[in-house]
């Protein structure tokens, strides 16, 4: 009953910490992905065509999370804002208990003291990437396919491959993120065989672990769901065109100019990703050395192999960590069960049950409490973060219809809260096409050349651009002292670096641009001789 009791108040603790990390953004994207399920549902199809930009009007697109879209318009139109944020705090929160099933199946014990750090820790880092985002799904989808693999290795019951379909069907709905679900298909299927060729050197490679092993017949029957899998999902809406779309978003260069996409070692750090890093590498290595050396817990392959890979995947691309966290998440457990929780039992044991009960139940009612207080409750998103979203430069433009048929250049993280806030403004750019071909490069790539001194005034007239929206917000890095002293970073130049706008300097000091607006988040910027031609 105590530990029922600790359970329940450690994930209350979670569902409220979650709450409040929601409440405490709007995402960019979130204001086009209400436009686009408002827009399906009354239209009862999915969209094909680009109405929003002007740059790319009548250009075909694909709306790889229209299912998402569908349902979180519906909630937001029904339910309210609030509730939104709900549905994706319960999507992590049933991700996490799934997880802890998942845990006490594998290792038929697992304590709070076990699964609470990795928990608490996890969360902390994965908080810049949760909140209301459609790819949230992918993690409950990634984990389910890692659940499927584990029990298919184990039981050799192909009846459980009859979910792969329905699951990768609802998954390309839903987000692109099936696509690394189909990798991971491969690369198990590449796993397998690979133990099948080393199982006639178990002798030499005792270090291993070869109680799961299949044969062949049972890797070509897993193969056949694959391809079954992967059929199902030229059945969607999109059929083959999701993949044409998705392939043609093969350029990198957002990798390195969005904030979520930098890798690892782009400033500014993410620190409690690090040491999550550090702990799955660390873990990896002594479950080698143990097993090698001392003869100890043989290793499984899929575990090892898995979590270097997103480990990888996570070093080049913050954004990847989440996915890292599930698929790691078995293989630590694991580890702490076996090498660390096993050696401490008679220090846990000899301190009192009771008064960590007490101290557990009291520490978690009073964060929780915290998590509530402090939570930044909005029934509408798009007039409570009006400190870094240009709500005043829009109620301006809706009052002043002379512009409406300007072409305007907007900041690209304002595009989605546009499209939701002034829909009858086709924009620049947004979020949905970043990575669309624009003659020899990218959408974004071509946005990005408006910040560079030598082609703004050739690219404001290329695009006949007569009212420019610019972002004009203040951003400051505090600079902790391990990156002051031992990294040797400049906190005054690092600031001076990230508040230099090109675009703002030649509008500010150009004879042909006006401010018609401006405050503390955003100018408005209107063309004198283009706008008076056009008159």
Not at 365 to 373: C, K, M, N, R, V
Not at 410 to 431: A, C, H, Q, R, V
């Amino acid at each position: 009953m105590t530990k029922k009791i600790l359970w329940i108040l450690f994930y209350i603790f979670i569902f409220f910490f979650l709450l409040n990390n929601s409440f405490s953004y709007l995402d960019p994207d979130l204001g086009w992905h209400l436009k686009v399920g408002e827009s399906i549902i009354h239209e009862q199809s999915v969209p094909h065509i680009n109405y929003y930009n002007y740059t790319l009007e009548n250009t075909k697109w694909v709306d790889h999370e229209w299912l998402m879209d569908i349902i979180v318009f519906w909630i937001y139109q029904n339910l309210g804002y609030l509730w939104v944020n709900i549905f994706f705090v319960l999507i992590v929160l049933i991700l996490l208990i799934v997880l802890h099933i998942f845990a006490i199946i594998l290792l038929q014990n697992a304590n709070l003291i076990l699964i609470a750090p990795l928990y608490i820790l996890g969360l902390l880092a994965m908080a810049p990437h949760l909140g209301v985002r459609m790819q949230e799904i992918t993690l409950l989808f990634l984990l389910l396919l890692i659940i499927i693999l584990h029990y298919y290795t184990k039981n050799k019951n192909f009846q459980l491959l009859f979910c792969l379909p329905i699951l990768f069907y609802v998954w390309a709905c839903s987000h692109a993120g099936f696509l690394i679900g189909i990798f991971i298909l491969f690369f198990w299927v590449a796993i397998k065989l690979i133990e099948f060729k080393l199982y006639k050197y178990k002798n030499k490679l005792c270090f291993v672990n070869f109680s799961n092993i299949l044969n062949l017949k049972q890797i070509i029957i897993f193969l056949l769901f694959v391809c079954v899998s992967i059929l199902t999902t030229f059945f969607t809406p999109y059929k083959s065109g999701l993949y044409k779309f998705l392939y043609n978003m093969k350029n990198t260069f957002y990798l390195t100019h969005i904030q979520e996409w930098l890798p690892q070692y782009y400033f500014p750090f993410q620190y409690w990703q690090i040491i999550y890093l550090a702990v799955v590498i660390t873990a990896i290595m002594l479950l080698f050395i143990y097993a090698v050396k001392q003869n100890k817990n043989k290793i499984n392959l899929w575990d090892i192999f898995i979590s270097l890979f997103f480990v990888f995947l996570t070093f080049k691309s913050k954004r990847h960590f989440p996915l890292l966290f599930i698929v790691s998440f078995p293989m630590l457990i694991c580890f702490f069960k076996t090498q660390i929780i096993t050696n401490s039992s008679r220090i846990i044991t000899n301190i009192s049950a009771k008064i960590i009960f007490i101290y557990l139940t009291a520490g978690l009612a009073i964060i929780s409490l915290s998590q509530i207080i402090t939570t930044n409750f909005s029934n509408n998103p798009f007039n409570s973060f009006c400190n870094k979203y240009p709500c005043k430069a829009v109620k301006f433009l809706k009052q002043n219809q002379q512009y409406d048929n300007f072409n305007i250049f907007n900041s690209y993280t304002w595009g989605g809260y546009l499209i939701w806030t002034y829909p009858e403004k086709k924009l620049f750019i947004d979020g949905r096409l970043p990575q669309y071909e624009f003659g020899e490069h990218t959408m974004l790539e071509e946005y990005f050349e408006f910040y560079d001194k030598n082609k703004i005034q050739n690219k404001l007239k290329q695009h006949n651009i007569k009212l420019v929206l610019l972002d004009i917000k203040t951003r400051k890095f505090r600079l902790n002292w391990f990156e002051k002293y031992f990294l040797d970073f400049d906190e005054d130049e690092i600031n001076e670096s990230a508040n230099t706008n090109n675009l703002k300097d030649y509008l500010d000091n150009s004879n042909e641009w006006q401010i018609v607006y401006n405050d503390n988040i955003s100018n408005i910027y209107v063309n004198r001789i283009l706008s008076s031609s056009s008159q």
